[in-house]
Each structure stands twice: as C-alpha cells, then as structure tokens.
C-alpha cells in the first residue's frame, strides 16, 4: 500500500474519532420534549406500585419513577410530566400515534411487539413471571389444580395467550373469563365470577393489596407460567430519544451499583474520586453531551427519583405496601439479573 493511501487512512480514521465524539443532535421527540416543556408518559390506569393517582390525582410508582426520572434527565425537572392512563388495549397505539412519547406502563417485551408495532422496546425495569390468585377457602395449593377451572384475565395482553398456552400444554381445559378493563376483571374474581384470577405476579400483589377487603383471604400460587421482562417502549424512528430512555435506565442501575443515590449525589460530586462515579455524574466527563443533554443529566436524574434500588424499595420492594421480594430484580453481582450496560 502507497504511503500516501497510509495517510488517507489516517485522516479518515482521525475525522471519524472527532465525529464521533461531537454532541448528538437532539431527535425530533426530544425537540417536541422541549418545545412544550413536558414528557408526555403513557402509564397504567392504576397498578398501585407501578402507576396509579391517589385521590389528589398525584402519580408514583416504579413505572412513574421511571419517567420523572428521564424528565429529570431531559428537562432538569422531575415533575415535568404529563400522565396519560392507558389500558391494555389503548396504550400501543397511543405510543404509535404520538400521543405519548414514552410507554412506560407495566408491558412484556416480545418479539411480535418488538418486530410489528412500529416500536422499540428498551431496558426491562422488572422481571415478572404470570401467575394465580386464589380464594383462601378455594383450598387450592397448586395451578395444577385449576382442570375445568374459570379464570378471569383481561384481554389484549401476553396474560390471556399464556393462559391458554398452559391450559393446552397441561390439559388442563381452563375456562378463560376475558375482560377488556383490568378493573373490571377484578371485581369479577373478587364477586365470585370466577374461580382464579391470573396476571403478572407483581400486578396480583398489587391488586391483593389494592382491592381485596381482606387481603389474607387469598393467596397466590406458587407457579410462574411464563416470562414477563416489563419496560418502557418508545417509538422507531428517533435514536436519539431511544437512547436516552435507554441509558437513563442503564445510569440508574449503575448509581446503584457503585452506591450512588439520592442522599448522596450532590456530596459524591465533590468527594468521590471513583472515576465511574465522577463519569456518571458529569463531574470528569461530559456524557451528556452524547446524548443531546446537558452535563448533569444523570446527577439530576438521581437526585430526583434516586437509584434503581432506591425506586424498587420505596414502590414495590419487602418494606413498601406491596411488599416484593428483589429476587431476580437485585443487580447482578447480588444474584440478580440487573445488569446495565457501563455509562461512559
């Protein structure tokens, strides 16, 4: 190879690194973030530990969480959110049309949604698995024992698929009672319409604590019949903004690893010389600048919701009304499957 060619190379090579390196443009939805100074966020009609208003119309949970904090990252601003409730049946094409800029609304990445909705799907924010509930008195201790069964499910979900997937793999003939609304589905197996009521684990929990008069009086079986990695989704078509939903899912997870929360931020800023740490908050490096946002996009995003850790506790974790355990959701050098991909 010529000497000359050997240059060449090493011209591209040095225009590619510094191209590389300038700041993203925004994207188009975090343009339109911007322009009305708000996320517009798709979320649950009411889950109470992922999404759901009290009486004051004010929203928490780990889903909301997780959108405060990528407004927090994108707008500095935590409470620069615009809720929009969405049932099953509503929340893709609310995603698809642009009504929402992010769904962030306890829903299973598959491959049909990921490959025919016109849709991303990001980092999941909970590993769930599909199961039971059953009356106390019922005396059933196992899904095996739900042969000629009725089961309320509401429709338009993975939930209603998988339960008659199992029904055929264990012939077990369940009889499915299909609802479009979950509140609705509910109040069916809590009025004695059906014998059991199946969705995520976690949404069980939620609605054993939620609804149930008392909530003694039912349990939930201890078979998981399926997979349900749940997360937000955002639209094709915008990198750029399925990059900054990802990677302020990834920061949170990584503040948590390296002990980052939302007591500490503002001092680790001045005393940490963790060089990961330094990085996340802006201190060292400008990852901001990669992603259309400002320098302390991820130090904002702390401080507003904390930590992954923090937000499973304060939502969804043994403590807190719901009372979960972390189990699979503790990060991955505790056992779980947390694991976010490095910020730098």
């Not at 503040?255 to 990085?279: F, M």
Request: aromatic content about 6%.
């Amino acid at each position: 190879m010529r000497i000359s060619n050997l240059k060449n190379l090493a011209i591209l090579a040095t225009a590619l690194g510094t191209l590389a390196a300038l700041p993203a443009h925004a994207g188009k939805t975090l343009d339109g973030i911007k322009a009305r100074g708000q996320v517009v966020c798709g979320v649950n009609t009411g889950l109470a530990g992922f999404g759901a208003a009290d009486s004051n119309g004010k929203w928490s949970g780990l889903d909301v969480d997780v959108c405060r904090a990528i407004a927090a990252a994108t707008l500095g601003d935590a409470e620069k959110v615009k809720y929009v409730p969405l049932n099953a049946q509503q929340r893709f094409t609310a995603l698809q049309s642009g009504e929402v800029d992010i769904l962030s609304r306890n829903t299973t990445f598959t491959l049909t949604r990921d490959a025919s909705l016109g849709l991303n799907s990001t980092v999941t924010t909970y590993y769930d698995g599909q199961g039971f509930m059953v009356p106390l008195k019922s005396k059933i201790k196992s899904a095996k024992q739900l042969k000629g069964q009725t089961v309320c499910v509401q429709s338009g979900t993975t939930t209603e698929k998988n339960l008659t997937d199992y029904s055929k793999a264990n012939g077990l003939n369940i009889k499915p009672v299909v609802f479009e609304k979950l509140e609705a589905a509910e109040n069916a197996y809590f009025t004695g319409r059906c014998i059991a009521y199946t969705t995520d684990a976690s949404g069980l929990a939620s609605t054993r604590n939620k609804v149930a008069k008392n909530p003694a009086d039912h349990i939930i079986l201890p078979e998981l019949i399926s997979k349900e990695p749940l997360g937000p989704m955002v639209r094709r078509g915008d990198d750029e903004w399925f990059a900054i939903v990802k990677w302020t899912i990834y920061g949170l997870l990584e503040a948590e690893e390296y002990g980052i929360t939302q007591a500490n931020v503002d001092s680790l800023k001045t005393t940490s010389k963790d060089p990961v740490v330094t990085r996340i908050l802006g201190v060292s490096e400008d990852t901001g600048k990669l992603l259309g946002l400002s320098k302390d996009w991820m130090a904002n995003a702390i401080k507003a919701t904390g930590n992954y850790g923090d937000i499973f506790e304060r939502n969804v974790g043994p403590k807190s009304a719901l009372g979960l355990p972390r189990g699979v959701n503790n990060q991955w050098n505790k056992g779980g499957l947390m694991y976010a991909y490095p910020v730098r």
